[in-house]
């Protein structure tokens, strides 16, 4: 296989792997309710 | 024609786990509810011509949520159009706590639920000291009684055969206070199809997520309106169930002496003993510790050499070029960096299990909540702290049996900061390196600071839970309800199920984003942005004419890895390394170190030209790389770049610093949610740059 193409493949494979690791942050799907996993029974004390 | 849902419904311990395996033998999955982390237990059986859906719902003593769990509970049988609506409820009962089960199997057909009633370890009756009329209990309940022993299997064949059957119209026990009656018609004119018992349940309940915000907020106006209280009405039904069934059940369950409970009682007198409870749950506690240290040892150097036999073999198999490269050393080493874990995992999950299914679990909540409960923890969270000590990974699972959200979410935040032993190593080249090897007051000075660095990590664990503590609040409010059941011998399929389950969800879930870790990070040490790195040979044997073969291997890894993209990396954050002592070298060992904290160690070995491959429990080995980072000198200050200021400094830092992408993982797998793995790696980092940035400011 080509230098070039094992490059492209590395390269889509390292995009591929920074999405899946950042997704979540740029998600939009809405977190109201209980969709936060265990953690969803809880929240920061605004007043704290 | 959609398979029809049965979903077992019941306390907790009264073996309805068992039932369920024993139903749907190995044909389950365990999942999470959609977007939440509540565990889901489903499952098929064939039977009847048909394919049922099995449900085995989580534990809860009454419909009433008071955890993230029931709600889950409570939404299933309140929502038609839940995917997981039964079209048959088991509610499965134990002999001891029938009366309990008998209010949650009445609420739930007041619901207006097909249910029907399930009396497991029936051969407990007899040495329960209990006598049950079976007829008459049908009679009081409209419903067959179907008796099952789950762990013999006896009954079941009974109880499939009665799943076609449509239970008999229900009208409750249940009589809600004309009090309540004008607010209840309000109700009822929202949801006209609901029982009045279901609209009852919405009026005295905080919140319904199933419901419309409209909804939602029409029911609040009743409960102004009418000044409702919803933690009366709930104290009130419960009274009015518990007086009525009570006084019911008299002609129809006897209670001699229960001897089971004696023979319980007996063994409490040792296992809760204010002295004698607490050394003998040490000592299980040490054993753990041992075991997942020294049992898995041999396992874990057996995967160890099986991944680097496999690549190895693929090294001499695949051809050269870095698509290969990326495969041996990204993706298999990553996959490598995953497995190794399981043997900690399944030993750790073999004995959570086993003190679970033996009733000891409850008994460690009695005796550590009391020390726990003013960190903010729970007496469960003694195991993820104590086995965090081995390896924060398994410790952070095993979280999962803490029932209250908050106490569970506390124990995943603080567990990483017990010191495992990834920080071992570190801390015995640093110690090795900073710590002067003399006696003070007899005692060697290296292994007490040794010592004082695992004080530290139960320090900071503590520490940081009682500061969690303040300032995350529970959505509802908590109380903690637990039971002391009998003792029983545990059911070994129920042990090897859950052990399975954890290793395979491991392996599976928090395996994907370590994987995809490793690839970053392997891309960034292996490309550069230029020339230094793609032709180093070139540039080193400009600078190093005459270097041998071996050692000038070494130079151009050592050349390769500075500007490599991670190299940049590491001098980009050099400004904000400097105040702590450090400078870019160490830079670069902290960020890939972020993989594992082990890496630290091999990273410092390539950065000061020895090679990846250095032995830490090689005395030879140990003493080049000590003799080589004792001669660095830093940069930036001109004196040693490892001296007592950037030691302690770097001690701190490893000790309180969130180095390791297996941990974050295992976390944003345990708590479904990004946000809370992300609070806890900035505050773990945060704390420890500020902690060793005093100490290095200070010593200096």
């Given amino acids: ?48 | 024609m959609k398979n029809p849902n049965i979903v077992l419904l019941g306390n907790p311990n009264v073996g309805k786990t068992s039932l369920f395996n024993r139903l749907t033998k190995l044909n389950q999955k365990v999942g999470n509810y959609p977007g939440i982390t509540v565990e889901k237990r489903e499952g098929t059986l064939k039977a009847h011509n048909k394919t049922y859906h099995i449900i085995d719902l989580p534990g809860t003593y009454t419909l009433f949520p008071n955890s993230l769990d029931e709600e889950i509970v409570f939404q299933i049988l309140s929502d038609k159009n839940n995917p997981y609506h039964p079209d048959l409820t088991l509610v499965v009962a134990e002999p001891a706590t029938i009366k309990r089960s008998i209010i949650l199997y009445q609420q739930a057909r007041e619901l207006g639920i097909p249910a029907i009633f399930v009396i497991n370890m029936m051969d407990e009756i007899e040495s329960k000291g209990m006598q049950i009329d079976i007829q008459k209990l049908e009679v009081y309940l409209k419903t067959k009684v179907y008796k099952t022993n789950a762990r013999t299997g006896k009954g079941i064949d009974e109880l499939v055969a009665a799943f076609p059957q449509s239970p008999v119209t229900y009208f409750g026990n249940f009589q809600i206070p004309a009090t309540y009656s004008a607010a209840l018609d309000e109700a009822k004119r929202i949801f006209p199809l609901a029982t009045e018992y279901l609209t009852w349940q919405y009026l005295a309940q905080e919140r319904i997520s199933s419901l419309t915000a409209e909804q939602q907020k029409a029911l609040e106006e009743i409960r102004t309106k009418h000044q409702l209280n919803i933690h009366e009405m709930q104290k009130l039904e419960s009274q009015i169930r518990h007086d009525a069934i009570t006084e019911d059940l008299k002609p129809i369950i006897q209670k001699a002496e229960n001897k089971k409970l004696n023979n319980t009682s007996k063994i409490d007198r040792i296992l809760l003993h204010p002295i004698l409870g607490y050394i003998i749950f040490f000592g299980l506690l040490f054993v753990i510790f041992q075991a997942i240290f020294a049992w898995s040892g041999p396992l874990m150097d057996w995967i160890d050499g099986l991944f680097a036999d496999i690549t190895e073999k693929l090294d001499a198999a695949l051809p050269d070029g870095p698509l290969a490269s990326l495969f041996i050393y990204g993706i298999v080493a990553g996959v490598g960096g995953i497995v190794i874990f399981l043997p900690q995992i399944v030993i750790l999950f073999l004995f959570l299990s086993l003190m679970e299914e033996s009733g000891y679990m409850s008994r460690v909540v009695f005796l550590m909540d009391r020390w726990l409960k003013p960190f903010g923890l729970n007496g469960k969270s003694v195991i993820p702290l104590m086995s965090g000590a081995a390896c924060a990974i398994p410790a952070v699972m095993s979280a999962r049996n803490i029932e209250n959200p908050k106490e569970r979410l506390l124990t995943m935040l603080v567990t990483p900061f017990m010191t495992c032993s990834a920080r071992l190593p570190i801390y015995i080249v640093i110690i090795g390196l900073v710590i002067p090897e003399t006696s003070v007051l007899g005692f060697n000075l290296q292994g007490m600071v040794l010592f004082a660095m695992y004080l530290l990590g139960i320090i900071g664990a503590l520490g940081s839970a009682w500061i969690l503590n303040k300032v995350i609040k529970s959505v509802r409010s908590s109380y903690l309800i637990f039971e002391l059941p009998t003792y029983k011998a545990p059911d070994w399929k129920n042990v090897l199920t859950n052990v399975w389950d954890k290793a395979s969800g491991f392996l599976w879930d928090a395996g994907k984003i370590i994987l995809m870790i490793s690839i970053v990070l392997w891309v960034l040490g292996n490309f550069g942005p230029n020339d230094k790195f793609y032709k180093a040979d070139e540039y080193v044997t400009a600078m190093k004419p005459n270097l041998e073969e071996e050692q000038f291997d070494k130079e151009v890894a050592s050349y390769k890895l500075e500007h490599s993209f991670l190299g940049y990396l590491g001098m980009g954050i050099e400004p904000f390394v400097r105040p702590l002592g450090y400078d870019w070298k160490m830079g670069i060992g902290l960020i890939s170190s972020f993989a594992a904290r082990e890496v630290f160690v091999g990273t410092m070995a390539v950065v000061y030209s020895l090679g990846d491959e250095v032995d830490i429990e090689d005395d030879g080995q140990k003493r080049s790389l000590l003799d080589k980072m004792r001669s660095e000198i830093n940069a930036n200050t001109g004196k040693p770049a490892y001296n007592m200021a950037s030691g302690i400094s770097l001690l701190l830092f490893y000790a309180f610093a969130m180095q390791c992408m297996a941990t974050i993982g295992v976390v944003r797998k345990e708590t479904g949610s990004w946000k809370w793995t992300l609070i806890q790696t900035l505050f773990m980092t945060g704390l420890a740059y500020v902690a060793a940035l005093i100490a290095y400011q200070l010593l200096k």
């Fill in chain 1, 1 to 48: 296989m080509g230098l070039i193409i094992q490059y492209i493949i590395i390269f889509i494979l390292f995009i591929g792997a920074l999405y899946f690791i950042f997704k979540p942050f740029f998600s939009k799907k809405s977190n109201s309710g209980c969709g936060k996993g265990c953690s969803c029974d809880v929240k920061m004390d605004p007043k704290k």
